[in-house]
């Protein structure tokens, strides 16, 4: 399966700040999510737009997603130490039941 | 949302052993299940879909006879991962296929030594 790609690798800032990353992707897709993952522990789901939509909102949250460009983007806004954590894209491809994930970005808060 | 759970959470064995890692969906039922593995610091790569009742389709490189994984039941699917190595030791996480989402399990941790 294609990997989604996702930039930056890693991403320090400071509390307060926004947190942007960005994912892309090969295929066509149904739907596209974001999860949570703390060091060694299980996924947490965030959010999921779907291939109709362009911008969803949750909280602190907010997701674009351009299927002409095939990338979406995850924004944090006014961060907190306790966002500290890797963030995994994943895609569901037209063709494929499992969902295919990004390679994931590693945020660091500084508090 | 719906819950899945694994078992066990951390297991340690020894090379050449086996180990088996139970996945559960416990207020749903779940046709479709699937079995990712994440190694330290990567992403999760899919390594098969198990389908209640009949037999789990693998992702490219990854040998069946070694990873059996069987789905017995609506609700239970287990990951055997046979004659361990070192190099089989990872996180691994499985799905349950829900609506609209999957269901993620907590994840097991094999470390072989």
């Known amino acids: 399966s294609q990997q989604g790609e996702e930039d930056p690798q890693a991403l320090s800032i400071q509390e307060g700040e926004n947190a942007t990353m960005n994912c892309s992707y090969k295929?066509?897709?149904?739907?596209l999510q974001w999860y949570r993952q703390n060091s060694g522990r299980g996924l947490v789901h965030l959010i999921l737009?779907?291939?109709?939509?362009r911008e969803k909102h949750s909280g602190r949250l907010r997701v674009t997603l351009d299927t002409s460009k095939k990338s979406s983007s995850l924004l944090i806004t006014a961060s907190r130490a306790a966002d500290t954590a890797s963030y995994f894209c994943?895609?569901?491809?037209?063709?494929?039941?499992?969902?295919?994930f990004g390679s994931g970005t590693r945020l660091q808060v500084q508090p | 949302g719906a819950v899945v759970s694994q078992h066990p959470s951390r297991v340690i064995c020894k090379s050449g052993t086996s180990v088996k890692i139970e996945c559960r969906s416990l207020?749903?039922?779940?046709?479709?299940m699937f079995w990712y593995r994440q190694f330290p610091k990567q992403s999760l790569m899919l390594m098969a879909t198990?389908?209640?009742?009949?037999?789990?389709?693998?992702e490219q490189g990854v040998e069946k006879d070694k990873f059996l994984i069987n789905h017995a039941s609506l609700t239970l699917s287990t990951l055997t991962v046979t004659s361990a190595h070192p190099e089989d030791s990872s996180f691994y996480i499985c799905?349950?296929?829900?609506?609209?989402?999957?269901?993620f399990g907590p994840g097991t941790r094999l470390t072989v030594t």
């Open positions: 994943a895609f569901m491809d037209t063709g494929r039941r499992a969902l295919t």
């Open positions: 737009i779907r291939s109709n939509e």
């Open positions: 207020d749903f039922q779940a046709t479709t």
């Open positions: 295929t066509s897709i149904n739907n």
């Open positions: 799905s349950a296929r829900g609506v609209p989402e999957q269901y």
């Open positions: 198990s389908n209640e009742g009949s037999k789990a389709t693998y």
